[in-house]
T-cell receptor, first 111, second 114 residues
Framework: EAGVAQSPRYKIIEKRQSVAFWCNPI?????LYWYQQILGQGPKLLIQ????????DSQLPKDRFSAERLKGVDSTLKIQPAKLEDSAVYLC?????????FGPGTRLTVL | AQSVTQPDIHITVSEGASLELRCNYS??????LFWYVQSPGQGLQLLLK??????LVQGIKGFEAEFKRSQSSFNLRKPSVHWSDAAEYFC????????????FGQGTELSVKP
């Protein structure tokens, strides 16, 4: 069974630039999550989708972050414009039950 | 407020020694509890989970954890640590009323010395 795929694995940008991350969940998983993991901290949920609808985006900084899952399968997370404090690993996870499966993450460095 | 506390930021144990990683949680309802492991550059891998029933749960790689409701704890244990266990360990709590959302602790980094 293929796992959660994410790309790119690494990204370096300058502040005020924009960046997008892509996630392809495990086939058949209705729920998709984006987490932000800052160095030295545990992952923090940014947004949760159920199929193509948003369940929880209370922790998403909506002035600069956006996410979509248009066809209820893969998803993109965008940051525009990026700030220094956005440097982190962005993890995507998917689930069909309570058990979440995580992708390898995208490490973002903002200079 | 719902939260997870992992009091130990970094632990070093000798190979072959026993291990216990602490986790305390604050959660309003019956919690679902998880332990994940993260190796450098990797995503999170589930070690074990507790939903209900037997409070001692067995996981992969020889790990186990015990749910103690009276202490709001879910400590992770392993009787004999291997060098390959060196990684970051995260405790997380969630629940049915959370829609699957997980709240993570800050993690405990485990180093194993030969």
């Amino acid at each position: 069974e293929a796992g959660v795929a994410q790309s790119p694995r690494y990204k370096i940008i300058e502040k005020r630039q924009s960046v997008a991350f892509w996630c392809n969940p495990i086939s058949g998983h209705a729920t998709l999550y984006w987490y932000q993991q800052i160095l030295g901290q545990g992952p923090k949920l940014l947004i949760q989708f159920q199929n193509n609808g948003v369940v929880d985006d209370s922790q998403l900084p909506k002035d600069r972050f956006s996410a979509e899952r248009l066809k209820g399968v893969d998803s993109t997370l965008k940051i525009q414009p990026a700030k220094l404090e956005d440097s982190a690993v962005y993890l995507c996870a998917s689930s069909s039950t309570v058990h979440q499966f995580f992708g390898p993450g995208t490490r973002l460095t903002v200079l | 407020a719902q939260s997870v506390t992992q009091p130990d930021i970094h632990i070093t144990v000798s190979e072959g020694a026993s291990l216990e990683l602490r986790c305390n949680y604050s959660y309003g309802a019956t919690p679902y509890l998880f332990w994940y492991v993260q190796s450098p550059g990797q995503g999170l891998q589930l070690l074990l989970k507790y939903f209900s029933g037997d409070t001692l749960v067995q996981g992969i790689k020889g790990f186990e954890a015990e749910f103690k409701r009276s202490q709001s704890s879910f400590n992770l244990r392993k009787p004999s640590v291997h060098w390959s266990d060196a990684a970051e360990y995260f405790c997380a709590v969630g629940g049915n009323n959370q829609g699957g959302k997980l709240i993570f602790g800050q993690g405990t980094e485990l180093s194993v010395k030969p």
